[in-house]
């Protein structure tokens, strides 16, 4: 038996499909537009042990982003062969130069160990972090605020590469020791996610040229912590050269930035 529609129905049947209009999409002209990214550094930085014969206990590489409105994401991967575990971090710092967010996932041989997401207030941080060490979480996921008693300026994500961010808001106008709080997201027991919130103190000790591996020459800020850790920074972007370090399981350690590349982009 064969099928007959007329067409009547099938005028009335098109008449009750649903029309979709074309989008309408703005298009920007090039002379109109303010570029997302002007600047990009990138680097890698090595620690060696001056105690154990200069043996390299960590490679960190990282990309640094600076946008048109004076924000900036940085994004490092950290390969530890002190602790057996590469971290994967990003840190967006706003236009302001206050750390904003924060993102940090572990991982070993072993499998992934958990990954945190921060945010900072203006006194505390939210943190929701997913770690399979949390014996009070179910499912291995917490959620909390974490109050800071005294103060709380910025976040770390533990690779050396990312810590010239502390020093954004240093005032060379105030001499002396300035205090200083931050959240360590996993910076103080490895092999979990656990945060916690420190006090340091930094001291400005003046200006020197630092050398790189890659031969090339920056005038850095050479800065003092509490512990008696000194840090040397690139003047204006704040990027790690040099990292002396003398407190924590990487005690005695020295990082150092071994290739730099700073580019201009956009228009």
């Given at each position: 038996?064969?099928?007959?529609?007329?067409?009547?129905?099938?005028?009335?049947?098109?008449?009750?499909?649903?029309?979709?209009?074309?989008?309408?999409?703005?298009?920007?002209?090039?002379?109109?537009?303010?570029?997302?990214?002007?600047?990009?550094?990138?680097?890698?930085?090595?620690?060696?042990?001056?105690?154990?014969?200069n043996?390299?206990?960590?490679?960190?590489?990282?990309?640094?982003?600076?946008?048109a409105?004076?924000s900036?994401?940085m994004?490092?991967?950290?390969?530890?062969?002190?602790?057996?575990?590469?971290?994967?971090?990003?840190?967006?710092?706003?236009?302001?130069?206050?750390?904003?967010?924060?993102?940090?996932?572990?991982?070993t041989?072993?499998?992934?160990?958990?990954?945190?997401?921060?945010?900072?207030?203006?006194?505390?941080?939210?943190?929701?972090?997913?770690?399979?060490?949390?014996?009070r979480?179910?499912?291995?996921?917490?959620?909390e605020?974490?109050?800071a008693?005294?103060?709380?300026?910025s976040?770390?994500?533990?690779?050396?590469?990312?810590?010239?961010?502390?020093?954004l808001?240093?005032?060379f106008?105030?001499?002396?020791?300035?205090?200083?709080?931050?959240?360590?997201?996993?910076?103080?027991?490895?092999?979990?996610?656990?945060g916690?919130?420190?006090?340091?103190?930094?001291?400005?000790?003046?200006?020197?040229?630092?050398?790189?591996?890659?031969?090339?020459?920056?005038?850095?800020?050479?800065?003092?912590?509490?512990?008696?850790?000194?840090?040397?920074?690139?003047?204006?972007?704040?990027?790690l050269l040099?990292?002396?370090?003398?407190?924590g399981?990487?005690?005695g350690?020295i990082?150092?930035?071994?290739?730099?590349?700073?580019?201009?982009v956009?228009?």
């Amino acid at each position: 038996m064969r099928i007959q529609f007329s067409s009547g129905l099938v005028f009335i049947a098109l008449l009750a499909a649903p029309v979709y209009a074309t989008a309408q999409v703005e298009i920007i002209e090039p002379q109109d537009r303010s570029p997302g990214i002007v600047k990009i550094a990138r680097g890698t930085t090595e620690c060696r042990e001056p105690s154990r014969d200069n043996a390299r206990c960590a490679t960190e590489y990282w990309t640094l982003y600076f946008h048109a409105d004076g924000s900036r994401y940085m994004h490092v991967v950290s390969d530890n062969m002190r602790f057996g575990q590469a971290r994967h971090a990003m840190v967006w710092i706003d236009p302001k130069g206050d750390t904003r967010e924060a993102y940090l996932n572990t991982w070993t041989q072993d499998g992934v160990i958990g990954s945190a997401y921060v945010v900072k207030r203006e006194d505390s941080v939210d943190v929701a972090a997913s770690d399979l060490q949390f014996e009070r979480a179910g499912e291995g996921m917490i959620r909390e605020e974490v109050n800071a008693l005294a103060r709380l300026d910025s976040i770390g994500v533990g690779p050396a590469s990312a810590d010239g961010l502390h020093f954004l808001h240093y005032d060379f106008d105030a001499p002396g020791k300035q205090p200083h709080g931050i959240y360590w997201m996993g910076g103080t027991l490895h092999g979990t996610m656990v945060g916690v919130i420190a006090l340091s103190q930094y001291t400005y000790l003046g200006e020197e040229e630092i050398t790189i591996a890659d031969g090339k020459t920056f005038p850095a800020d050479k800065f003092e912590m509490v512990s008696g850790t000194k840090v040397w920074l690139t003047k204006e972007d704040r990027i790690l050269l040099r990292m002396d370090l003398v407190f924590g399981a990487a005690y005695g350690s020295i990082f150092e930035t071994v290739s730099l590349d700073i580019t201009e982009v956009g228009s």
